[in-house]
């Protein structure tokens, strides 16, 4: 559930005038990344001026020398290690609180999309959080501070999180308008609020359809809402091909040749084309590694192909497009 926080002017005075008493440790818990950033080179030279061991002094000097920075490299950055796992690599390291709170790095807020409507959720909002682990090249089992802690609450009990909302790249769209979404993975997360949206007003009055492409490893395990899109692709629901949609899966493990939400795009050319001639606008959430330019690369060969149009004149096509307003890209890395 959501709850605006309230404060009428004599309240927020009577704080910001008033000291107010916090714990060590809520302080560090609350605005420093001692778990999961590195710290940067100037940290391990500030170290070096509190080490009292003389091997230890010797090392960090060397990691924050020029010769010591490919070394520092491989110690630090690529293993991801942590502020409290360098100072316990260095015990004899005793460095002033007041030095650290300048030096760690700040804990910065996570952002994430909603991916739920207020016409279907009121007062409520939804995320997609995929927990992130990973291993380093030294098989250090690595994990998200945020996706890990949200994945060990208890969902039975009741806790206050502050959340910050900002108006996001990829606005609910009329229901007069045609849709081509692609979101795999958590991409799939603002389209879940769309295709909501689109329900609830379906029930009113006719949308346009909706074309929804989603990706991920496996069908067993990755299928994110699963219920939810194939309830919406079936018995007139706005995914249904009776409603002018269609829902269209890639999953990219499950075969020896992988297959991605670009190829799902390429095999369904001549339904996108005829929904983009009719209006539609073009969706992408998702990574923001190669997707985005593979899935535009995807769309630049449709314009091409069903448009008769040499490869130039598709990509200008697109970039109209998208000046328009009729191609939006939400990508994260």
């Keep these: 559930m959501v709850h605006p926080k309230e404060m009428n002017n004599h309240l927020l005075h009577t704080r910001t005038s008033a000291n107010v008493l916090i714990k060590l440790k809520t302080f560090v818990e609350l605005t420093m990344d001692v778990a999961s950033a590195p710290p940067r080179r100037y940290f391990f030279e500030v170290m070096s001026f509190f080490a009292t061991a003389p091997h230890e002094k010797e090392k960090l000097q060397y990691f924050s020398s020029p010769e010591g920075r490919d070394d520092l490299y491989q110690y630090n950055q690529k293993e991801r290690r942590s502020v409290l796992e360098v100072l316990e690599d260095f015990p004899s390291v005793q460095m002033p609180f007041e030095w650290l709170v300048q030096l760690v790095p700040p804990l910065k807020t996570r952002a994430f999309s909603i991916s739920s409507s207020p016409l279907a959720h009121s007062n409520q909002v939804h995320l997609t959080v ?137 095999e369904n050319s001549r339904k996108i084309w005829n929904l983009l001639t009719e209006g539609a606008a073009i969706y992408i959430a998702g990574s923001s590694t190669k997707m985005p330019s593979d899935v535009l690369l995807a769309f630049e060969d449709i314009v091409s192909k069903e448009g008769g149009l040499p490869r130039e004149s598709a990509v200008r096509w697109l970039r109209t497009l998208e000046k328009a307003g009729r191609y939006h890209v939400e990508a994260w890395s």
């Design 130 to 266: 995929s927990v992130v682990s990973w291993m380093t090249p030294f098989k250090r089992k690595r994990s998200g501070l945020c996706s890990t802690w949200l994945a060990k609450l208890d969902p039975e009990q009741s806790i206050y999180i502050p959340a910050w909302f900002q108006k996001g790249a990829l606005s609910p769209p009329p229901p007069s308008l045609p849709l081509i979404l692609i979101g795999p993975g958590t991409g799939c997360a603002p389209f879940r609020g769309f295709v909501e949206e689109r329900a609830i007003q379906n029930e009113s009055s006719a949308t346009a359809p909706v074309l929804f492409f989603f990706g991920c490893r496996n069908e067993d395990g990755d299928f994110l809402y699963r219920d939810f899109w194939l309830s919406h692709s079936q018995n007139g629901g706005v995914l249904s091909e009776a409603k002018g949609g269609g829902l269209f899966v890639a999953f990219s493990r499950d075969q020896p040749q992988k297959v991605y939400v670009q190829h799902k795009v390429q």
